[in-house]
Nanobody
Framework: VQLQASGGGLVQAGGSLSLSCAASGRTFRSHVMGWFRQAPGKEREFVAAIRRSGGRTYYADSVKGRFTISRDDAKNTVYLQMNSLKPEDTAVYYC??????????????????WGQGTLVTVSS
């Protein structure tokens, strides 16, 4: 699976951004898809994940109620809608894919496939 993320940018606090991640490969539907982020000087952390066939979703506590993950298997694409953005959301965001469903316990060390990062900057 190859992943291509897009949609990052600069936004003011309280604003919204939408990220997309297009996947190649016929096995997209077999994978749990998700998003991680890495802020300067910090470790890469889990943000959100969605099960196969657009089932159950998982979120980090820091983004619950503000971010929404979705997927379109017909387009091999996963999305992250980010609302009510805060300066602490500033990070490079990476899409990720895995055959194993770790739920909200998914950690960077276990990710099977990574997309390139896309920078999200939230100004105060």
């Amino acid at each position: 699976v190859q992943l291509q993320a897009s949609g990052g940018g600069l936004v003011q606090a309280g604003g919204s951004l939408s990220l997309s991640c297009a996947a190649s490969g016929r096995t997209f539907r077999s994978h749990v898809m998700g998003w991680f982020r890495q802020a300067p000087g910090k470790e890469r952390e889990f943000v959100a994940a969605i099960r196969r066939s657009g089932g159950r979703t998982y979120y980090a506590d820091s983004v619950k109620g503000r971010f929404t993950i979705s997927r379109d298997d017909a387009k091999n694409t996963v999305y992250l809608q980010m609302n009510s953005l805060k300066p602490e959301d500033t990070a490079v965001y990476y899409c990720a894919a895995d055959l194993v469903d770790y739920g909200s316990s998914w950690v960077a060390e276990t990710v099977d496939y990574w997309g390139q990062g896309t920078l999200v900057t939230v100004s105060s």
